[in-house]
């Protein structure tokens, strides 16, 4: 077998394979071998068919099989070894002619493969990045605490609307005298929340509402016309919302309010377990740490973006073969076509330079990720989900069978390494470079990330 890679500009590589009869020989004969021991043909008892017939039957197809094993294990064989760095699948070049693959050969195969640029990305003590810390204050923590009694408080009766109580009751059609539709539109126990009506009039209807009231209000102005919401409230298809007109009285049966916990030992130890917090100033002062180390995330992760910014600008333009880029992306997308090429390239290309800048960051700085690095990220993963819904206090273990079944699912190991390596990498780097530290609001900081 011979190979040979040629790549006059740096980044637009021709690689020939040529595979001789010598290549594959041994290999097809051992399996036609095989072949003859399982075939079975009429005429000739198993194991006995002649090998000239079997050849014949068989032979091209073993041969073709073999010689496309040989094409993909040595031409990655070779890239490997040769430390060639390629991007993307290689693509059988222009350049080939057809093979007769039911010869003896040789058979010559040309691929065009695309190469990344050669550039330099490097990171020293002399490069100053922005690291932001975002200061916890008191209206955050006391956002935090309003969010916790919000989370464990329940619905409870009451007398009168208010706020965003929920009014449940009964809803009959109208006709144009006001009285109860013969044959109309009725609906037991709709469910209505006057805060979220969008017309303030018909809003209004509602104020100082009580259990028993009957209240005289048109639906579809309520809503803005919206039918969705007209249709579920009536417990209709919204074919018939559409072209509904007129109005509805609501009897009201039960009025909902919802009750935030208060602010006492029972939420404390709800939030972080029993015993965990003694007293009011202790929950904010526990809040206020567990923020601290939340918001270590959020500045993190800013910092690895300025990190990118940084140090694409310090390597400057790349380029790039775009014309055999862009036949990679449409052989990968054939179903979407060259409009979707066009439209994407340029973001695909974004990606990719810094995708081959972070390689360099992360041999240059030793960074191997391990099992226990993935899973300690997917554990963050779990834990976030859990602290979404005020649950704090998730002993490890159960964040460990989480993470595991998380881990099973191979849709999301990618994910979980791309953030492993993104959590390892930032930790090195902000003990690299010189850090032109930052305190910032979390009204501010969100701000900044707009922006980007």
Do not use: C
């Amino acid at each position: 077998m011979n190979i040979k890679f040629e790549s006059a500009d740096k980044i637009n590589g021709l690689l020939t394979m040529v595979i001789e009869k010598a290549d594959y020989e041994e290999k097809v004969e051992k399996t036609l071998k095989d072949y003859r021991k399982k075939v079975q043909m009429p005429g000739f008892r198993p194991g006995m068919v002649p090998m000239g017939l079997v050849k014949k039957q068989y032979g091209t197809a073993v041969k073709v099989d073999e010689v496309n094993r040989l094409l993909s294990e040595k031409l990655y064989d070779y890239v490997r070894e040769n430390k060639i760095r390629m991007l993307g699948e290689p693509l059988p070049s222009e350049q080939q002619q057809p093979q007769d693959l039911a010869g003896e050969g040789p058979f010559t195969f040309v691929f065009d493969i695309a190469v990344a640029p050669e550039f330099k990305a490097e990171l020293t003590s002399k490069d100053k990045i922005d690291y932001y810390t975002i200061t916890v204050d008191d209206k955050l923590v006391e956002d935090q605490v309003q969010m916790f009694a919000q989370q464990a408080g329940q619905f409870v009766e009451a007398q009168e609307w208010s706020g965003n109580d929920t009014l449940k009751g009964d809803l009959r059609q109208l006709d144009a005298k006001g009285n109860t539709l013969e044959g109309g539109i009725e609906a037991e126990g709709g469910m209505i929340m006057p805060s979220y009506i969008k017309d303030e009039k018909e809003k209004a209807k509602f104020d100082g509402a009580k259990p028993g009231d009957i209240i005289t209000f048109n639906p579809k102005k309520a809503y803005g016309d919206n039918d969705a919401e007209v249709a579920a409230l009536l417990k209709i298809d919204r074919e018939k919302a559409k072209d509904l007109k007129g109005k509805f009285s609501f009897q009201v049966t039960e009025i909902r309010h919802f009750e935030p916990h208060a602010v006492d030992q029972e939420l404390f130890d709800r939030i972080y377990g029993a015993g965990e917090v003694k007293d009011e100033a202790d929950f904010r002062q526990k809040i206020a740490e567990g923020m601290k180390q939340q918001l270590v995330g959020n500045s993190d992760y800013k910092f690895l973006l300025d990190v990118r910014k940084y140090v694409e600008d310090k390597v400057g333009e790349l380029t790039f073969p775009d014309a055999l880029l862009k036949r990679v992306m449409l052989h990968n997308n054939k179903d979407k076509g060259e409009d979707f090429v066009e439209k994407n390239y340029k973001a695909s290309i974004d990606e990719l330079k810094w995708h081959l800048i972070k390689e360099q960051l992360v041999e240059a700085n030793g960074i191997k990720v391990e099992d226990e690095d993935i899973k300690n990220v997917a554990k963050d993963a779990m834990r976030m989900q859990f602290a979404q819904y005020g649950m704090s206090n998730v002993p490890d273990d159960v964040l460990e069978n989480y993470a595991n079944e998380q881990l099973k699912k191979r849709e999301n190991i990618d994910g979980f390494v791309d953030r492993a390596v993104d959590v390892k990498l930032t930790q090195a780097l902000k003990n690299v470079v010189k850090l032109n530290n930052k305190e910032i609001s979390l009204d501010d900081f969100n701000k900044l990330m707009e922006e980007k």
